[in-house]
């Protein structure tokens, strides 16, 4: 790790207060499904993975995205909190992130017509007789209408009024089992053509009834959700919402619409719209070729100035000066990191030292802050101050 020049405090390590809930800092793990669940289940594997992001000095540290109805669930190794069974793994993942300064978070949804495939490491596709051997066989998936993902996919079934009303009291049961173990955010998955924008976008809602047709009731099921988890979930705590801003093919959902929705999202009690993109029919970021940094970025900003509510930024923020440019331009009040987080766990440390914050390694646990700390000094010992040392 190199130290910068010392500054001001940087925007990117401002803590920031959401209700009650106060995050150390701006930088947030976003959800990464790691298909290594077991019936629905948190294992050690899970453990690992998020346990390193706290250590790392993240401020919010976000468990995939996790199924609210077993059906809901993408594949066999997706996360579940269908069950209560399912809280004691969560639990211990939030309450070591708590204890090491995180701010433990889940996101919650239903992949609705997505469901039912191979791991993402095999591409999504449709289960086969490869899986069939293994035991995971595929399970009947359902979906605003009656349309396939895609070649060679499940058609979904159509759920029926009543059925979404299940699907809407689940997410209420999940957000009620967040809370029993722990969790201080949570965060409603409306984007990547899952469940709830296979309701919003008018490419795949062919429904006639109270639930599709106009805008107004295309986004119904989407803030029906949204208020049961707002009254299950403790008043005091924050609750996000991803969008997919804009679907890309011609015709789709697009960004006026999520404004629209961003509105009414804050009027039920949303605090922070997080703004992704994609995931239903071409790839908008594929049809673009090659992506550049903090591509979706725009749509934060959007967001932000025109629906008045707090906004987390996503996808292909690397860099430290990036990250902090984006809240100094007020594009977005939340940056969220995914890959770059794989690749480097304790990014949030790195980007203190290099935005010059004065003691970067506080924001590790002293069991390697106190060692890190140590070596800077002995490297240069008038780059480092104010550290306490032992
Ligand atoms: C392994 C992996 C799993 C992901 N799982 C989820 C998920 O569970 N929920 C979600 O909303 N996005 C998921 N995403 C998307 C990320 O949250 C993020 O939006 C995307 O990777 C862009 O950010 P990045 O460029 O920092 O990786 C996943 C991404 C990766 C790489």
């Given at each position: 790790?190199?130290?910068?020049?010392?500054?001001?405090?940087?925007?990117?390590?401002?803590?920031?207060?959401?209700?009650?809930?106060?995050?150390r800092n701006r930088i947030v793990i976003s959800p990464m499904g790691q298909g290594s669940a077991v019936d629905g289940?948190?294992?050690?594997?899970?453990?690992?993975?998020?346990?390193?992001?706290?250590?790392?000095?993240?401020?919010?540290?976000?468990?995939?995205?996790?199924?609210?109805?077993?059906?809901?669930?993408?594949?066999?190794?997706?996360?579940?909190?269908?069950?209560?069974?399912?809280?004691?793994?969560?639990?211990?993942?939030?309450?070591?992130?708590?204890?090491?300064?995180?701010?433990?978070?889940?996101?919650?949804?239903?992949?609705?017509?997505?469901?039912?495939?191979?791991?993402?490491?095999?591409?999504?596709?449709?289960?086969?007789?490869?899986?069939?051997?293994?035991?995971?066989?595929?399970?009947?998936?359902?979906?605003?209408?009656?349309?396939?993902?895609?070649?060679?996919?499940?058609?979904?079934?159509?759920?029926?009024?009543?059925?979404?009303?299940?699907?809407?009291?689940?997410?209420?049961?999940?957000?009620?089992?967040?809370?029993?173990?722990?969790?201080?955010?949570?965060?409603?998955?409306?984007?990547?053509?899952?469940?709830?924008?296979?309701?919003?976008?008018?490419?795949?809602?062919?429904?006639?009834?109270?639930?599709?047709?106009?805008?107004?009731?295309?986004?119904?099921?989407?803030?029906?959700?949204?208020?049961?988890?707002?009254?299950?979930?403790?008043?005091?705590?924050?609750?996000?919402?991803?969008?997919?801003?804009?679907?890309?093919?011609?015709?789709?959902?697009?960004?006026?619409?999520?404004?629209?929705?961003?509105?009414?999202?804050?009027?039920?009690?949303?605090?922070?719209?997080?703004?992704?993109?994609?995931?239903?029919?071409?790839?908008?970021?594929?049809?673009?070729?090659?992506?550049?940094?903090?591509?979706?970025?725009?749509?934060?900003?959007?967001?932000?100035?025109?629906?008045?509510?707090?906004?987390?930024?996503?996808?292909?923020?690397?860099?430290?000066?990036?990250?902090?440019?984006?809240?100094?331009?007020?594009?977005?009040?939340?940056?969220?990191?995914?890959?770059?987080?794989?690749?480097?766990?304790?990014?949030?440390?790195?980007?203190?030292?290099?935005?010059?914050?004065?003691?970067?390694?506080?924001?590790?646990?002293?069991?390697?802050?106190?060692?890190?700390?140590?070596?800077?000094?002995?490297?240069?010992?008038?780059?480092?101050?104010?550290?306490?040392?032992?």
């Open positions: 790790m190199t130290l910068g020049a010392p500054t001001t405090e940087p925007l990117l390590f401002t803590p920031l207060a959401l209700r009650a809930v106060t995050l289940r948190l294992t050690d594997w899970h453990f690992a993975h998020l346990a390193k992001f706290a250590v790392g000095g993240a401020g919010v540290v976000f468990v995939e995205d996790t199924a609210v109805r077993p059906e809901g669930r993408r594949n066999h190794g997706s996360s579940g909190l269908w069950s209560d069974d399912h809280v004691p793994p969560l639990a211990r993942i939030a309450a070591f992130l708590k204890a090491h300064g995180a701010t433990p978070a889940i996101q919650l949804g239903h992949t609705g017509r997505k469901a039912s495939v191979k791991r993402g490491w095999e591409g999504f596709l449709p289960l086969d007789e490869a899986d069939l051997a293994r035991g995971e066989r595929p399970w009947p998936t359902v979906s605003s209408s009656a349309l396939a993902p895609g070649a060679g996919y499940q058609v979904p079934r159509a759920l029926s009024t009543a059925e979404i009303a299940d699907i809407v009291a689940a997410w209420a049961a999940a957000a009620r089992r967040a809370e029993a173990a722990g969790c201080e955010a949570i965060e409603i998955h409306g984007a990547h053509g899952y469940l709830i924008h296979q309701f919003l976008s008018p490419l795949v809602n062919a429904r006639t009834d109270a639930y599709g047709g106009p805008r107004e009731r295309r986004m119904r099921f989407a803030l029906e959700v949204a208020e049961a988890v707002r009254a299950a979930w403790p008043a005091a705590k924050p609750l996000f919402f991803r969008v997919s801003a804009i679907d890309g093919p011609p015709g789709g959902w697009g960004l006026a619409d999520t404004v629209a929705l961003a509105r009414e999202l804050k009027r039920l009690g949303v605090d922070v719209i997080d703004c992704s993109s994609g995931g239903l029919g071409r790839s908008v970021v594929l049809d673009q070729g090659r992506l550049a940094p903090g591509y979706q970025v725009p749509y934060a900003e959007a967001v932000r100035r025109e629906a008045g509510i707090a906004t987390m930024a996503v996808g292909l923020i690397l860099d430290p000066l990036q990250a902090e440019a984006i809240l100094a331009r007020g594009q977005a009040d939340l940056v969220a990191i995914a890959r770059q987080a794989l690749d480097d766990p304790h990014w949030p440390a790195h980007a203190a030292a290099a935005l010059g914050c004065p003691d970067p390694y506080a924001l590790h646990p002293v069991q390697y802050g106190h060692w890190l700390r140590l070596r800077a000094r002995q490297l240069d010992p008038a780059r480092v101050r104010g550290a306490a040392d032992g």
